[in-house]
């Protein structure tokens, strides 16, 4: 069965005869369609609708492309409001001879938050798409303008992913940075398209879903600067402009009129290949900035229902950008779950990763809420309920919320404790050793998993997201080649960027040509890479770690657009080895289900999930060990037979013999990964080649195993 193009369900809804009703600055008019948010192309012309509290009056301004002022004005009528709503029918209009946006007057008073201003040029919030920054790096136009999308896009009877949470290996990647180096390979470098030629690659490696990294339209020359002969630019992306529109510097060509399709082109291939997409949403502040910032959107609409206002009339700054987006007000519920419910049916998106989530549960005055509307919304909303919701659970104003976010058991978590416990053990930490223990078995004490939720699940296995690397720090070679980090080319004199950064640089700051610090850094990546996708939860890893991609010590590379940020392809095939261990990892994953979730009883008897200490007879570890083993145990109904995984760390400098837990005859543990190496160059043993073990076992100095009971 084909679903309705958007056309179509437009043409079957609209009464049969529409007329004009008026005329207004030469074009015929007519009262428009209320409910229906933002410009929506007609078979007779083009409603528009937009609404402001506070406003007094509104006047539509249309443009021809690429010019500043408009060819025409057309204040809409009393008549052609209802409550706060705007809405107008205009005939005639062909969507792609212009563009729009709106002038909004209103009272002016800073200190009450007001600052309508009847000259300024407004950005419709409800916008399609964004004219006047097509080209990176680029604002060709002195104002935001606006552009009629007409949808045509048909995604046939593609099913919905049903996969769990807990099934994923994210893979999370910047859509420029990911193809623009020279050695990508693609012909289409830093966009949607060159993405798409990369899906083979994602493919093999085997991810099964990747984050994008903002792809809303946002502002990339805001604070740009000149430092030291480098042009920096607001790279990643959270600036955000406009909330419903792809960014249009991602595109290979241009778009007029049918933007996103290249967008959505990329996400339907991603599809059929087993690929969900989750989205990186910035929902916490805009473009807009604080009082110094400038006014092209929800400033001039209602600056003060939109952002969190002080007494005064100033902004508060939990976002650390500037501004605080007001989400718990109504008026900003409802755009951010339309938006939401948007990308999910017109982009088919899968998920969405939410930045500074805290701040989604502040109040309007910013104080923390014990049951914030919006998230509860957002997580019984009937269009989102099979779309993964996962909360970044910090913001900028000191709100941490790992393990306590008002999840309404619906959202899962960034895990910052397992990233900070993990990184901080592997590398030599002992004093964590009980948290590394908790946090590979899931963190049990932050997410449960001894519960159902809503759905029947085991709440913990869905609501944890494992990493040790995002965009935001280190990348995984950087972590074990750099003690400190190494900003001086952000221009702030290294004073940007955390300095908690749990990493070490096994003897040698930065590059080297030691062979023993190369042979004990890619050991440590190796590890992390083993442990991170044999614990339980959902793993996610930074494009190019696999690769032992660089940033060359930088942690804060936001406004880096160069070989700083982009992904050095190269670094392939000098790492290939690199890149199989990881391939090999996630294949192991994937083909032992009692890794990522609680299986039936497993029937040699062992325990569902259980840690050990060296001599495997008893299951308390000691708070400082260097060594211990996790053991999965369940039994899986789809082979008729026990999965059973062992996974022992080795944090010590040193050898550790170790007893591996008991199986009953004919059962044996079989090795199947030591990081060590086995002195000549191999990690893995496929399964049909692992090899017995009887009971004892030589862990070789820093290093992880890994075992299979068969």
């Known amino acids: 069965m084909k679903f309705y193009s958007q056309k179509l369900k437009l043409d079957l809804e609209l009464p049969v005869s529409i007329s004009p009703m008026g005329e207004i600055a030469g074009f015929p008019v007519r009262p428009g369609m209320f409910d229906m948010n933002g410009a929506t192309a007609?078979?007779?012309?083009?409603?528009?609708?937009?609404?402001?509290?506070?406003?007094?009056?509104?006047?539509?301004?249309?443009?021809?492309?690429?010019?500043?002022?408009?060819?025409?004005?057309?204040?809409?009528?009393?008549?052609?409001?209802?409550?706060?709503?705007?809405?107008?029918?205009?005939?005639?209009?062909?969507?792609?001879?212009?563009?729009?946006?709106?002038?909004?007057?209103?009272?002016?008073?800073?200190?009450?938050?007001?600052?309508?201003?009847?000259?300024?040029?407004?950005?419709d919030p409800y916008a399609r798409a964004v004219a006047g920054q097509r080209v990176w790096g680029e604002k060709t136009e002195k104002n935001y303008h606006a552009r009629v999308v007409k949808d045509s896009f048909d995604w046939g009877d593609m099913p919905q992913s049903k996969q769990e949470m807990s099934d994923l290996v994210i893979y999370e990647l910047h859509v420029r940075g990911f193809t623009k180096h020279e050695s990508s390979g693609v012909e289409h470098k830093g966009t949607f398209a060159g993405l798409m030629e990369k899906i083979p690659y994602l493919k093999e490696l085997g991810v099964n879903a990747v984050e994008l990294m903002p792809i809303f339209e946002f502002d990339e020359t805001m604070n740009t600067r000149e430092v030291d002969g480098?042009?920096?630019?607001?790279?990643?992306?959270?600036?955000?402009?406009?909330?419903f529109a792809p960014n249009t510097s991602y595109t290979s060509a241009e778009e007029y009129n049918k933007e996103g399709t290249e967008l959505k082109e990329l996400i339907r291939e991603l599809h059929e290949n087993g690929i969900e997409v989750i989205l990186d949403v910035v929902f916490n502040h805009t473009a807009e900035g604080n009082e110094k910032g400038p006014m092209f959107c929800f400033k001039g609409f209602d600056n003060k229902i939109y952002y969190m206002l002080t007494p005064d009339g100033n902004y508060y700054n939990f976002s650390g950008c500037g501004n605080t987006l007001n989400c718990n007000h109504p008026i900003v519920q409802q755009l951010i779950l339309e938006c939401l419910r948007y990308w999910t049916v017109s982009y088919r998106v899968d998920g969405f990763r939410f930045d500074?989530?805290?701040?989604?549960?502040?109040?309007?005055?910013?104080?923390?809420?014990?049951?914030p509307p919006l998230l509860k919304s957002l997580a019984y909303d009937p269009v989102l309920a099979n779309v993964k919701l996962i909360a970044e659970a910090w913001d900028a104003g000191g709100m941490y919320q790992v393990g306590s976010f008002p999840a309404s058991k619906r959202w899962?978590?960034?895990?910052?404790?397992?990233?900070?416990?993990?990184r901080g053990y592997l590398k030599g930490d002992s004093w964590e050793?009980?948290?590394?223990?908790?946090?590979?078995?899931?963190?049990?004490?932050?997410?449960?998993?001894?519960?159902?939720?809503?759905?029947?699940?085991?709440?913990?296995?869905?609501?944890c997201v494992n990493f040790l690397t995002c965009h935001d720090g280190f990348t995984l070679y950087d972590l074990y080649a750099y003690n400190e980090k190494h900003n001086w080319e952000n221009g702030w004199n290294n004073t940007d960027g955390s300095d908690d950064n749990r990493s070490w640089n096994c003897g040698a700051e930065g590059e080297t040509d030691n062979p023993e610090v190369l042979t004990l850094r890619y050991r440590m990546i190796r590890n992390a890479c083993t442990v991170l996708l044999c614990s339980r939860g959902t793993p996610m890893f930074l494009a190019g770690d696999e690769f032992g991609n660089t940033q060359f010590g930088n942690n804060n590379c936001y406004c880096q657009d160069n070989e700083c940020s982009w992904l050095d392809w190269t670094r392939l095939e000098k790492n290939r080895e690199l890149f199989e261990f990881f391939r090999y990892m996630i294949a192991f994953r994937h083909a032992h289900?009692?890794?990522?979730?609680?299986?039936?009883?497993?029937?040699?008897?062992?325990?569902?999930?259980?840690?050990?200490?060296?001599?495997?007879?008893?299951?308390?570890?000691?708070?400082?060990?260097?060594?211990?083993?996790?053991?999965?145990?369940?039994?899986?109904?789809?082979?008729?037979?026990?999965?059973?995984?062992?996974v022992v760390l080795n944090t010590h400098w040193e050898d550790v013999e170790i007893k591996l837990p008991s199986l009953p005859r004919p059962l044996f543990w079989h090795l199947c990964v030591n990081t060590y190496g086995d002195g000549r160059g191999r990690y893995f043993y496929p399964e049909g080649e692992a090899i017995r073990i009887t009971k004892e076992f030589i862990m070789r100095p820093r290093s992880v195993a890994v075992f299979i009971g068969k």
């Open 593 to 646: 289900p009692v890794i990522r979730k609680m299986l039936p009883s497993a029937v040699c008897g062992l325990e569902p999930l259980h840690t050990y200490n060296i001599w495997a007879d008893c299951s308390p570890i000691a708070g400082d060990t260097k060594t211990f083993g996790v053991c999965f145990a369940g039994y899986n109904t789809e082979k008729g037979r026990d999965d059973l995984v062992y």
């Open 230 to 243: 480098k042009h920096l630019l607001e790279y990643w992306g959270y600036n955000t402009v406009g909330f």
């Open 356 to 371: 500074l989530a805290s701040i989604l549960g502040r109040n309007t005055d910013g104080s923390p809420m014990n049951n």
């Open 412 to 422: 899962a978590e960034w895990n910052g404790r397992y990233r900070d416990t993990l």
């Open 433 to 463: 050793a009980r948290n590394a223990a908790s946090s590979i078995c899931g963190s049990g004490d932050m997410y449960g998993g001894h519960y159902p939720d809503y759905k029947g699940n085991y709440a913990g296995y869905n609501s």
């Open 42 to 123: 007609l078979p007779c012309g083009v409603n528009f609708t937009v609404h402001t509290h506070y406003g007094t009056s509104c006047e539509l301004l249309l443009f021809h492309r690429g010019e500043d002022e408009p060819y025409a004005v057309l204040p809409f009528p009393e008549a052609y409001k209802i409550g706060d709503v705007y809405s107008m029918i205009v005939f005639g209009l062909n969507i792609e001879e212009f563009e729009y946006a709106y002038r909004i007057d209103g009272p002016y008073d800073p200190q009450k938050g007001q600052l309508f201003d009847k000259n300024a040029v407004l950005l």
